[in-house]
């Protein structure tokens, strides 16, 4: 069983940048495909990015030319880099791990982290 272990949240001011990142426990299976997801208070979970095992990547249109995902596959750790952030980016920031092909979708992710929260002050 993959654990994630996501990191690199905290306070930041609207317009600024963080960098989070996503620690796999083990090397992850082949065409394991890497999504972040983020929740806000009283919002359902929702779709921010992802990276598929092949290297694609997809984005929200509410996310994309700010947010960038990556990978370090000799780390088995995953990024979000997110800039020009803005008040409505704060939530708790999810990763999680699928062999879906429908790396977009929520439902199709099998493993989590516990998530970390970012805050973006106007």
């Known amino acids: 069983q993959v654990q994630l272990v996501e990191s690199g949240g905290g306070l930041v001011q609207a317009g600024g940048s963080l960098r989070l990142s996503c620690a796999a426990s083990r090397r992850t299976f082949s065409y394991t495909h890497i999504g972040w997801f983020r929740q806000a208070p009283g919002k359902e979970r929702e779709f921010v990015a992802a990276?598929?095992?092949?290297?694609?990547?997809y984005y929200p249109d509410s996310v994309k030319g700010r947010f960038t995902i990556s990978r370090d596959n000799a780390k088995n750790t995953w990024y979000l880099q997110l800039n020009s952030l803005k008040p409505e980016d704060t939530a708790v920031y999810y990763c999680a791990a699928t062999q879906s092909s429908r790396i977009t979708r929520l439902s199709d992710y099998n493993y989590w982290g516990q998530g970390t929260q970012v805050t973006v002050s106007s």
């Open positions: 990276i598929a095992y092949g290297g694609g990547t």
